[in-house]
Nanobody, 118 residues
Framework: QVQLVESGGGLVQPGGSLRLSCVPSGNIFGIGPMGWFRQIPGKQRELVAAIFRDGRTNYPDSSVKGRFTISRDSAKNLVYLQMNSLKPEDTAVYYC???????????WGQGTQVTVSS
């Protein structure tokens, strides 16, 4: 079963930057929206950013607007999350997802830990 594989997480000081990447483990066809969720222990997974095939973006979490930028390479089914001016409250496990348009089913990555701390 094809999954997504995230990379780029780690430990960074407040004010620093990280770039998360997400790539499928195999061939996937018919991908629609892609994006990133994050989850803090004990809380629900929350949508951070989404990007559609036509390049439209959505940042439901106002706390990341102006700091995070999502982008994608639709030809390769890659999605990225550039995170700047990181804050301790951005500490979470970040998960990428992709929606298969024909079924509406989401596929997920295993998550990558982002820790913002001095």
């Amino acid at each position: 079963q094809v999954q997504l594989v995230e990379s780029g997480g780690g430990l960074v000081q407040p004010g620093g930057s990280l770039r998360l990447s997400c790539v499928p483990s195999g061939n996937i066809f018919g991908i629609g929206p892609m994006g990133w969720f994050r989850q803090i222990p004990g809380k629900q997974r929350e949508l951070v950013a989404a990007i559609f095939r036509d390049g439209r973006t959505n940042y439901p979490d106002s706390s990341v607007k102006g700091r995070f930028t999502i982008s994608r390479d639709s030809a390769k089914n890659l999605v990225y999350l550039q995170m700047n001016s990181l804050k301790p409250e951005d500490t979470a496990v970040y998960y990428c997802y992709a929606t298969i348009e024909i079924t509406g089913r989401n596929i997920w990555g295993q998550g990558t830990q982002v820790t913002v701390s001095s």
